[in-house]
């Protein structure tokens, strides 16, 4: 069982940060959820974070406006201290500012670059945050507009304890997908660019239909995976 910290920086409770919440957490609008949020662009019980292996889950529990972390539509996703979670009109910050500085440690990034945040040690502002600093979504930033790296990271790690035949599936759909891709890049042409200005791939428009379908198939993994009934 997993604690959690989570902030609101956007909507009518924000400047709360909710701290050491044992998992399950759910969300939502109703007054028996762990976290309550007032907007009506909230599901009743909107969304869930739950620990597996070590790992804090969320799940959109088939919202009606659906959750975004860093800007990016998701119905299932392993959260990293620093990721911003849309729900509705709000925005919650994942993780308490030891957990943000030390996730940034170690992608060897400064804490302003994994998320678009506000410092303000120097105003003092600290009451009852973790280690006296509190964080806020920069001047120029809101809801509406946040769009960050869904994986700041690079690529995820893929799973762990796969049955021999678990991987032989997995290793299947990535070839697969490795396949779809091999083939647009390879018929790809460069055009001649005399300046060498704006470099540029065209692509034959049956390739490019090709790498649409490939979004559709994984795209339809992904639902396929957060619903598996």
Request: hydrophobic share 35%.
């Amino acid at each position: 069982m997993a604690q959690v910290t989570i902030s609101i920086l956007e909507g009518l409770e924000r400047g709360r940060t909710f701290r050491d919440l044992e998992t399950p957490v759910t969300i939502g609008r109703e007054e028996d959820n762990v976290i309550q949020l007032n907007d009506e662009r909230v599901s009743r019980i909107h969304a869930k974070l739950q620990e597996d292996r070590g790992q804090v889950i969320l799940t959109d529990l088939n919202s009606t406006n659906g959750s975004r972390v860093n800007g990016h539509p998701v119905q299932l996703r392993v959260l990293q201290p620093g990721d911003h979670v849309q729900i509705g009109r709000c925005t919650l910050l994942f993780g308490s500012d030891a957990e943000i500085a030390e996730h940034a440690q170690q992608l060897g990034v400064e804490v302003a670059s994994l998320t678009p945040l506000s410092y303000l040690a120097e105003n003092g502002s600290g009451s009852g945050s973790d280690s006296g600093v509190e964080f806020e979504l920069a001047d120029d930033l809101n809801a509406e507009n946040l769009q960050l790296p869904l994986f700041p990271g690079g690529a995820p790690a893929l799973p762990d304890e796969l049955e021999p035949g678990q991987r032989a599936r997995v290793s299947d759909v990535l070839g697969y997908i490795h396949e779809r891709m091999r083939d647009v890049s390879v018929n790809g042409a460069d055009p001649q660019d005399p300046d060498g200005n704006n470099p540029v791939m065209e692509v034959p428009w049956a390739h490019w239909q090709n790498l649409m379908q490939l979004q559709r198939d994984l795209a339809l993994y992904l639902r396929q995976i957060a619903n598996p009934d």
